[in-house]
Every structure is written in structure tokens, then in C-alpha cells.
């Protein structure tokens, strides 16, 4: 069977992420682990995801729970999820919530929607790799979206020929990898560039509950909605996730955004997969009524603790030439080495030597740049491990 | 916002389903349906889920469920359903196995795999209305499958110009409208021009454990690997799922092929959904393992009944010109109505009269023709239902 000769053409665009095959390199016991991107499982709320699978799975539950149902998602948890969006500056109703399979679904599904091959997605430099990997499925370009910069709508219109500009990516919120945070001038030049463009923005929200301090920027939509009044009239397209905040194995996100873009959304999940999972949604709405507002609090307490740990560890450890981001939430910090060192050797040695791991940082670039930086997490571990950890990443980058 | 200037054009080809749209109406009381396709709620193994469940989330198991996980599925789950494989004809091992949220999603990553727009995909004429809502999203052209005829592989290679044939699907066992199985002679004769084409075969399992009576038919996967020693030569990419056979809410399916395909399907579930829920693969596991081996049975004895009542029902109150399929197992029969009679009409009058629901046929075909044709559900109803429901199906004919 010629396989390479029936597969659609863009399946040359899908490769295997070379963090994810690395990553498999380090699940060994010896190593102290920054890479995984992942919450910590010891905070999962275990206990009450037990008592909402029982409810969810009771007599009277189970014939709905273990049944197919509609492609938008369950209304309840709709209906939660529009009013905790009400409660960040996004009034709006059950139609402009679809529930999908975590925010990487609605990824997926938003390139779907909007890339033909040869459109221009805008992304940061470096972004998500993760969005990288679902846009690539749709054969677009990418063209540099740095909200800082004075660069003009026609620059982006240029750039993007043949094809046109869909949309600007990106996690205004303690970003994957960076930690950064975009402030609320860089959301409105923001938002005026896109309305000059006539592109949509896709804001990536899965970090945005997870603050340790400083204030709240209201997110992207919020400030859209400030200006236009209502969720109809915006082109921000929100994404949010469960996966941060109760625990990624449900599989359970959301995309919140102007009632067309939803229904067109509920055709596109009911051709791909139907709906969500049921029984899920159920359990997660009965989670997140019960246990949302105190367990979110307790994790930023966790997480933040241990950032202050990692920034203390790195502030004695760093030599001389490495810069660090300083995030006011979510998981990460970024780490720009000395020019000429790189991230992905700087692994392959220390997996030799000292046995620290983190994610080398060019893969985050889509043009392969950024070849000095790395991404540490901070959300694994406590004090002796931390130190431990960032001692040894001294001692490799001095050695 | 000018929404349609900036969409794909892949979503001018993704409508809302008729269908679905339709038995959006036909949820009253006072209806008795024959329409939807689902399995009957009140057989769901609950406990078993319930369990599960509670064996998933224990503290020794919980860590594991909730997180993350990898992309191609919990390893004791596709190790298990390697060995049911191996048990129909198919010899495999967990390399061979993708997990996938549902078959839904198979047929959207495979349609994701091998379609660009303007391919050919060859269906059959009626065909499950899923699988084309599924391959819509990449543009395809279709064409007949109909492996009764003595079409020439020549002929399907010029009507795919300028494009090219990449597959042919269907669903073998007790097809999803019509209830056919096709017989041995059909499956050599599909792998011959498959062969003669060098394109793939796309096996929609969703049925092929529920089969009532006459003798199985191997799987059109077995039949490959019985002409040629070993799954990693075979064409065929079989599609299995939990949603008939345990429930549909947890969104467990398989794909199960030769494993370059495999690898590819897990580099495009990776950038599309990570991974489907952990929890639910779990537990999917431990119901399957403990219950599936006398579960099926009895789903097997229980729809095997109603068919039966279907059949003598239809036998007793159907008018003359009117003749339907005598499926061996799975949850259809089909209707072929005398000429001139549209199924769509005849649904709209029963609303208003007879108050039966059933599903008219003509959108199961892709050129829009069998308007004479309607899909009748035996899953749900014992008999007097059955009995009253298709006495008034007569009255509804003969008026």
C-alpha cells in the first residue's frame, strides 16, 4: 500500500513535535523535572470528582449521563460558564458557549473555521506550540503579531498575499511558553489592528484564572465588549479550559463568542465528533457549581508560592547573561540565555550530567529562532527540589 | 464583524443536518419514534460505569485519570481491544490501535488524512449521513461504491479526474440506513478494486457486534489479512466503537490499521485534541474487561426481539408496493415507499395526524435521491409500541 500517495497534502505540514518526542526521554526517576506543562496531579480535586461521577452515574442520572446528546454541550454547564464570564466583563448567554474537548479542541476546530490553505494567521514570536500544530492542519502562513510594535494594517495586508489575514492569535495571559502578560494598551492596539484588518482575534485563555498578583487586565473580549456593548458585535473569540483549573483528564473546554461563530462552531463538532463527552460535562458542571470558587484560590496559592520559589532559586543561581520573564500567573517562566547558547544541546547535555529537564525554546518560533531560550514550569515542585533543580541549571550553563 | 469573509471555504459545504434538525420536532410526548439511532438508555451497563468509575478515581488511580495523557490512547485499553481484534480475525497488537473520542472522529481524522479538495471518496448511494458531514470539511467529490456492480476500476479513475480515488467507505455489517450486510463475494470483489485502484477501505464497525442471527461475515480487515499474512500490508482502516455496545456518553472508539497509518492519526489527534479523556478510557477499560463478554449477549438477545417484532409488524400492516430490508443485527430497516412517494412528506403529515416519527431517506444519499425511502429504529420499543407504531405507519400509507 503507497500510503504517501493518497494522503491529503496537508499531512506534510503535520510532523511529530520534537518537545513531545523529547519529553518521552524524560520520564526517568533521577530526573528533576521543569518541562511538562502540566497542573499538579496531587491538587486534583479527586474527592469531588468521585461524588459527581456517582450523581452523574445514579439511577436517575445514568440514561442521560452515558447517552449521546447535543453537539453545543450540556446547558447547565453553559449556562455556569456564561456566568462566570459575566463575572470577568463577558455578558452573555448559553448560545454563545460551545463546550469542546479541552481548548486545544477549539484550536482545531477555529483554524478549521477560518484558515484555507495560503491564509495568514498572526502569532506571536514565539507562541504556543500547541496552536502551531492544529493551524498547521490548514496549510496557512504565519506572519509575526508583536501587539508592541508600530508595524501598519498594510504591512500585514502585504505580507499576506495570495492568500488573506484570518486572525491573531495568541494567550494574552501569562503565555505559553513566556509567562508574559499582555497590558491593557497592548489589548487595545490590539483590537484596533484587528478591526482595521477586519480579522478575528482568538484569545487563549487556559492560563487566565490562574493569577498570583498584580492586577486583573480584563480580557481581550471584555475590553471589545467595552467598546461595542455586546458580545454579537465582537470578533474576539474566547477559549477557555477546565484543564488548569479542575484537571485536564475530563477533556472539557469551552469557546465563548458572538452567536454565528458558535453555530457554525456546533456544525463544525457535530460533523467531527458528535458532542463531548456527557457524562463528563455533567460531572464537571456539578464540580465546578460546588467546588470552583474555593479550589481555584487554593491553587493560586500553591502556584504561586512556587513561582516565588523558582524566581528566589533563579535570582541566586543564574550566572551572569541569562534574563528571565517574572509572570504574575499561570506556569511558566522563559529564560534568555547568553547568544550562541543553545536551549536543545544545553538538554542533551544535562540529561548526561546533571539530569534537570525543560523545553528548549526554538520550537515555540515559527520561523526556528529563539534557539537561546528555554521554558521552565514551576508548578511540580516545593523547596528542596526547586533548589536543587535550578542549582544544577547553574552549574550546567556556567560548565 | 463580516464573518463569511473570513471562513474557510471548506464551511460553505458544512450545513446543518436536516435530520438533525428534524428530530429536534419529534421530541413529544405523544410521538412514537422510530427515528433516532440510539441504543435503548435503560440497557446501559450503569453499574458497571458507576464502579468504574469509583475504581478510576481512587487515591491510588485518581492522579493518573484526571491528567494528562498520551495521544494514542490508554495502553491496557488498546491492548484489550487488540485482543478482541484478534478474536474477529484481525491479529494485531496496541501499535495497531488508536483510541479516538467515538468512530465519529475516526471518520473526520481519516477524512483529515487522505482528503484534498476535489479527491473522489466512494460511498455508497445510500450511506451513513455522518460520514459524509465528516468528509465534507476537506471538499471531496463523490462516487458510487456499489461493489454489487461490474463497474471497472478505469471508470471510477476518469470520473475522479482531476482529483484522485483515495478511499472507499462503508459500513459492512447491518449498514447505518438500509440494515444490509454485505456478503463475502461483495468483500473480495470491494478489495479487488481496491487493489486495482491502490486506495484505501474505510470499515465502519459501528454495528458488527450486534448481530442477531445468520452467520458472521468476517470483517472486511480479516478478509485483507487473510489474503496477505499481516495487518501492516492491509489497506483496510477499520473503525470500532463503544457506543452501541457499552454507551455512547463516554465517546470511546478505536481505529485499528496498519500502523504507519496509526502514527499518522496520532500526530493529527495530538494537534487536534491531545488526547481523549483519560478518565473515560480508564474506566472503559475496567467495564469492558469485567462486563462486555456478557453484556453484548444480552444487548444481542434484547434488540434481536425487537427486530423480530419490527418485521412481523411490518409484515402484517405494510400495504402492498411497499418492501423493506430484514437486517441480521444492528438498529435499522429500511423502507423503500412506492415510487412517487416522498419520505419527507409523509413525515410532515404524520406530525400532524398519525404521530409516528421515522427518518426520511433521501439525505443519505449524496446526489439527493431516494425520496421513496425512509430508516425505521427498532432499538427502543417493545411490542405493543411497535405494534401501534407501525399500524399507524399503515394508516399513514394507505391515507
Partial sequence: MHWEQILATRMTRMKASEIRELLKLLDQPDIISFAGGIPDPALFPAQAFRQAMGQALSDAQCATSLQYSVSEGYAPLRDWIAEQMALIGVPCTRDNILITSGSQQALDYLGKLMLSPGDTALVGW????????????YEPRYDRLDPGSNREAQDFRDAA??????????????ANPTGVTLDQTGRERLLDMAEDLDIAIIEDAAYQALRYDGEAVPPILATEIARKGDIEACRTIYCGSFSKTLAPGLRIGWVCAASPVIGRLVLMKQAADLHSSTLNQIATHLVAREHFAAHVPMLRETYGRRRDLMLAALEREMPAGVSWTRPEGGMFTWLTLPEGTDGAELLARSLKTEKIAFVPGHAFFPDGTGRNTIRLSFTLHEKPMVDEGIARLGRLLRG
Fill in 126 to 137: 514565539p507562541t504556543y506550540l500547541g496552536a502551531l500544530g492544529a493551524f498547521n492542519a
Fill in 161 to 174: 498575499a495570495p492568500g488573506r489575514v484570518k486572525f491573531a492569535y495568541l494567550s494574552a495571559d501569562f
